[in-house]
């Protein structure tokens, strides 16, 4: 299983670098069910190997010029300050367990994996449907909401501090209905938001629980995950991302109804 689960690590950094999210939807099942780390670890692991992989996919996306720093920035700040605060906070002052009765026990791990298959199922069904929205040329102006931005990069960080998930998700349809962003561009432009999210995330571990991080299992995933993100943008060019998009929404679908129904019905 261990052999198996460094190979999906590769996955990781795949679905990076073809859609400019999912990496984390992936990480933390694999780490969970296929190299059994604890769930609150992997969700911290995720935050690591999610945001390296996500620096060095988007340095490409820099060199290119399709990484809109200013946008980046203004979503990127109330991200990043939720992000460090739910790692720092919040996590910690979750009870485990959580809910006790005289038949049933909610644990802390087990809240988290129920959390994440729910948001696996709501991102594949996003991924699946026919989106019908076009998003506008390179060209024409936009009136960026500024203020719809800052509250999904809040809501985005809170979610990437509870769940160790970038939050692609959620950032590439924000840039494109909000700031009227290239859908090509507003990868990379995710792919910097989300380096910076996990990484100072990930911060937040450190300074929490250091003593406890397997640093060596965390480089060698990371460095499968960032081969992987290589391999996605050469895929990206023989797909069309409508293909790509729906293939991985499936997949996704899947899993998550597979996590749902283990933790619930088969613990």
Known sequence: MAILGYICAILVGV???ILGSGGSILTVPIMVYLLNVNPVDATGYSLFVVGATSAIGCATYIRKKLVD????????????????????FLMPAIPNPVIVTSSWVLSKELLIMILFAALMIVVAYNMIRNDKYKPPPETEFQNINYMWLVAIGAASGI??????????????PALVLLAGIPVRMSVGTSLLI???????????EVMERHEMIDYHFLFTFAVLSVAGIFIGFRAALKRTPAQIKRAFGWFVLVMGICIFIKEVFLN
Do not use: E, Q
């Not at 990127?76 to 939720?82: D, F, G, K, L, Q």
């Not at 979610?159 to 590439?172: D, N, Q, R």
């Not at 989300?194 to 937040?204: D, E, K």
């Open 194 to 204: 989300i380096a910076f999210n996990s990484l100072v995330g990930f911060l937040g």
């Open 159 to 172: 979610l990437t501090g509870i769940l160790g998930v970038g939050g692609g998700f959620i950032i590439i």
């Open 15 to 17: 679905s990076l670098g």
């Open 69 to 88: 720093i200013k946008t980046a920035a203004i979503f990127a700040v109330p991200s990043i300050i939720c992000v460090f605060l739910t790692r720092k």
